[in-house]
């Protein structure tokens, strides 16, 4: 790490850090956020010309406390007219993201997609950035360690300067506190940061954020994330060979849908994720046997993440080889077959009120006695839950919101794609489903509308974009 300073027009930026293990493109986008001067408009005048962004450093021959003299314009927002129009570039930053209908996309600091359409995914979750918010510096429990509290507070605040800004951000802290967190995000080849696979960042960073949004003695929601990305799994497994059997109870962030020849469709996949056979001890036996272990879902998250197993290890040529098979996906999922008999008793009264508001909303008359009666039902199963010791499918509630309840149908609102025929290659893009309910492809900097069409066809099948994480969120009815 070398210190210099940089003139830039009238003004001297002084003691600006620059990391020789890294591109001079990161270098550049710290002087984006000092200067507000693009990356792409930086010309930067070293050793034997200008600076190029993938540059080696060893070669520059800049030393400590040296000037380097940057040139290039800034972003400039066109003023209005004293009188006429406003435009949307004349706004404040705020009143621009929602102008425009969309956040700021993220800066690629080298092989940094598959971080950054993760961090686009899951910053589109309110109840998420609500639970960042909440999250203070001070709020730290004793059973977090440091580098995990810095890397939520780092999410915290990517996450608002995403909310405030049309300009593209660079995630400079959040990356530097997730490798220090997770070093396997730091691996190098030939002096350049590794692509890394976007389902372990996904999961390395829910994990981090279960932990630290944990409140330890609160009854209102002691684990925030379990509470919205928890999936519970009930189990049933069973030795055909000694007919013993039992059950067990876990709980997951994800569902698995696998990939064969017979699947081509996601709800096809999600059977065989929920089946898998493994081998233990079998008491009766005396030795080693097979056990089936059937799952199905007992209760329900309100953003249900699915993970399509396109990656496989391939002995031959020592990598993740990818199953490029088209799986298609709907924009609407049931998931009522997955679910435990118990669960799918409790569904039952919600998904009635769910078909009444839907058919009312088309005009169909609905028998207002079964729908009485059905909404009667919820509050007794409410009650029922309650008394034996069961929770109902209530939604975690936001402050001031009504009481809800699940209906097992869930909306598509994100997609995390892979374009590429390695997990450790290829390129990674985040598309997500805006308030407003218009898509936006985030391919690093570049935000770009898309429509439902768009969406559909990232299926696979071929060497485009294809759905690697999707991500539901519940359709609910108020109690």
Wanted: proline content about 4%.
């Amino acid at each position: 790490m070398i210190t210099v300073s940089v003139k830039w027009q009238k003004e001297i930026f002084k003691d600006v850090e620059i990391d020789t293990t890294q591109s001079p493109l990161v270098f550049k986008c710290q002087l984006y956020d000092l200067t507000g001067v693009p990356p792409e408009r930086q010309k930067i005048m070293v050793k034997g010309g200008l600076l190029k962004d993938d540059a080696d450093w060893s070669t520059l021959g800049v030393k400590e406390g040296q000037k380097l003299m940057m040139m290039g314009t800034a972003d400039e927002v066109v003023k209005s007219p004293e009188k006429g129009t406003v435009f949307v570039e004349d706004l404040p930053e705020e009143e621009q993201v929602v102008a425009v209908g969309h956040t700021a996309g993220l800066f690629n600091l080298g092989n940094t997609c598959y971080m950054n359409s993760t961090l686009q995914c899951l910053h589109s979750v309110p109840e998420l950035k609500s639970a960042l918010i909440k999250y203070s510096h001070s709020g730290r429990n004793n059973d977090v360690d440091q580098p995990s509290h810095m890397l939520t507070i780092a999410t915290r605040d990517i996450f608002n300067e995403l909310d405030k800004s049309v300009k593209p951000v660079a995630p400079m802290q959040f990356w530097m506190l997730l490798r220090k967190k997770y070093p396997q995000f730091g691996q190098l080849q030939n002096g350049v940061f590794m692509q890394q696979d976007a389902e372990e960042c996904w999961t390395q960073l829910l994990y981090t954020l279960s932990q630290s949004l944990r409140s330890p003695g609160s009854s209102e929601n002691p684990d925030a994330v379990k509470a919205l990305f928890g999936i519970e799994l009930i189990s049933r497994i069973h030795c055909q060979e000694s007919n013993e059997e039992s059950s067990e109870t876990e709980s997951v962030y994800s569902l698995k849908c696998h990939i064969s020849q017979e699947v081509n469709h996601l709800h096809e996949g999600l059977k065989h994720g929920l089946k898998s056979e493994l081998e233990k001890a079998s008491p009766a036996l005396g030795r080693s046997a097979t056990y089936l272990k059937e799952s199905r879902i007992n209760a329900l998250p309100r953003y249900l993440t699915i993970q399509f197993v396109r990656f496989f290890w391939k002995r031959e040529s020592n990598q993740k080889a990818k199953i490029l098979r088209k799986v298609d996906y709907p924009l609407e999922l049931d998931v009522y077959d997955f679910c435990s008999d118990d669960l799918r008793k409790k569904l039952e009264a919600p998904r009635q009120i769910l078909r009444n508001e839907e058919g009312k909303k088309l005009g169909l008359k609905v028998n207002e006695k079964s729908s009485a009666s059905k909404e009667n039902d919820v509050k007794m199963s409410d009650a029922e839950g309650s008394s034996n010791g069961e929770e109902p499918s209530v939604v975690p509630m936001e402050e001031g919101e009504k009481e809800t309840q699940m209906t097992g149908i869930y909306d598509l609102v994100a997609v995390l794609t892979h374009k590429g025929r390695s997990a450790d290659s290829g390129h990674y893009v985040g598309w997500v489903k805006q308030e407003n309910g218009k898509w936006i492809e985030f391919d690093d900097d570049n935000p770009k509308p898309r429509v439902e069409d768009d969406i559909t066809r990232l299926s696979g099948g071929g060497d485009w974009h294809m759905a690697y994480i999707i991500m539901y969120k519940a359709r609910v009815v108020s109690l």
